[in-house]
Structures are given as structure tokens and as C-alpha cells.
């Protein structure tokens, strides 16, 4: 049974700080990965996708890494502003098409 | 980015009514949707599969009698909570896949049911 775990639930750093958010998986048989923010009350924003045969994605500040054979993801965030605070969930695509979520990590990102 | 539009963001309804909530992709061809439920502080919890042209497929302990999902086009899925009841008050978020490209996902906004 696929399981993701998203480590810091939460974590509070001071503005314009690089950072690391944690996102691993039990079953390495995955299509693709999918890094997203929520903001409170509103859906989901799609940050980075990462396909099974990739390693990284990486869009302005944001750089998302995959190791399949461990089972991990990361997303840095560099130079962090206020407006990054969100939750940040990860997404693993399973190969039978089921999508599962981490519990999420919220990010607060002091001024 | 796509742009996945969920409608109504809001609705308020007295028990015993149905509400109707419409999931549309923009600008891409959905070839399947997704329907979430979130309770406050909570991830998302999947209720059920749909892909166009064919019944949805539920999650284990969803009610498919309660919860009427009809995904009629590649752009449009739509969730109808049946006889509402408090217990039904949530935030529930749809998404759609972009399959005929990176397979991304693609949420909305999501909809706040409230149920008096």
C-alpha cells in the first residue's frame, strides 16, 4: 500500500531563507510525482510535476528533486518570501492511475 | 498555467436539499476528474473517479446514491450532493488531468457546502 509522508508538518523560518521541504513514499512503482500549494480556503496550485524517469524540476525559486529508489522528494524554495506561506502537499501518481496525498507541510514564513 | 474553474465557490442550503457543483477545465481537454473532500486542517480525501463518457468510479465508503457525479464532456464533471444533511458540510475540490499531455493535475478553487 502506497503511503506519503510529508515531514515537517509544519515549519515557521525567517524571510529570505532557503528552505527544504520533505515528501517521501513506500512504493517506488510510480508514474509521476506533483508538488502543489494551498492556500487557506482554496483549492490547489499545481507548483512542479515530476515524471517517473526524471530527477528535478525547476520553475523560478522553486527546484523539486525525485530519487525513486529511496523513495524521496524534496521542494527548496530559495530565497523565501512572506507570500510562500501556504501548505505545500505532495502527490504521488501510482501506476493504476490512483492518486495519493501527503498530509501536507505549512509553511509560515516570518517577515 | 491550465485553469480548472469550480462553480459555486459558495453555496448555503437547508437539509433535505440537493446542491449542484460544475467542474470545467479551460482550457484543456480533461480526460479524467477527480473529486475531493477536505475537513479543516486535513488533506485531501479522494470520493471519486470519473471519466468522460462512463460512470464514476467511488471510494470505499462514498455513497454513489448520495454523492451523483455526471462527467458528460472532456471539459465539464459535476458533483450533485443529494438530500443534504449537516454532516455533509465540507470543502469539496475538483481536479482534472490533462492526459493528453503530461497527465498533470489541475484543481479548482473548491466549493464550501454548508448545510443549515
Known amino acids: 500500500k502506497q503511503e506519503v509522508t510529508q515531514i515537517p508538518a509544519a515549519l515557521s523560518v525567517p524571510e529570505g531563507e532557503n528552505l527544504v521541504l520533505n515528501c517521501s513514499f513506500t512504493?517506488?512503482?510510480?508514474?509521476?510525482l506533483q508538488w502543489f500549494r494551498q492556500d487557506p480556503g482554496k483549492g490547489l496550485t499545481s507548483l512542479l510535476l515530476?515524471?517517473?524517469?526524471?530527477r528535478e524540476q525547476t520553475s523560478g525559486r522553486l527546484n523539486a528533486s525525485l530519487d525513486k529508489s529511496s523513495g524521496r522528494s524534496t521542494l527548496y524554495i530559495a530565497a523565501s518570501q512572506p507570500g510562500d506561506s501556504a501548505t505545500y502537499l505532495c502527490?504521488?501518481?501510482?501506476?493504476?492511475?490512483?492518486?495519493?496525498f501527503g498530509k501536507g507541510t505549512r509553511l509560515h514564513i516570518l517577515p | 498555467g491550465a485553469v480548472v474553474s469550480q462553480h459555486p465557490s459558495r453555496v448555503i442550503c437547508k437539509s433535505g436539499t440537493s446542491v449542484k457543483i460544475e467542474c470545467r477545465s479551460l482550457?484543456?481537454?480533461?480526460?479524467?476528474m477527480f473529486w475531493y473532500r477536505q475537513f479543516p486542517k486535513q488533506s485531501l480525501m479522494l470520493m471519486a473517479t470519473?471519466?468522460?463518457?462512463?460512470?464514476?468510479?467511488?471510494e470505499q465508503g462514498v455513497e454513489k446514491d448520495k454523492f451523483l457525479i455526471n462527467h458528460a464532456s472532456l471539459t465539464l464533471s459535476t458533483l450533485t450532493v443529494t438530500s443534504a444533511h449537516p454532516e455533509d458540510s465540507s470543502f469539496y475540490i475538483c481536479?482534472?488531468?490533462?492526459?493528453?499531455?503530461?497527465?498533470?493535475?489541475?484543481f479548482g478553487e473548491g466549493s464550501r457546502l454548508t448545510v443549515l
Open positions: 481536479s482534472a488531468r490533462d492526459g493528453w499531455n503530461t497527465g498533470e493535475l489541475f
Open positions: 512504493d517506488s512503482a510510480i508514474y509521476n
Open positions: 515530476i515524471q517517473s524517469s526524471q
Open positions: 502527490a504521488v501518481r501510482k501506476r493504476d492511475d490512483k492518486i495519493i
Open positions: 482550457d484543456f481537454q480533461a480526460t479524467t
Open positions: 470519473s471519466n468522460e463518457g462512463s460512470k464514476a468510479t467511488y
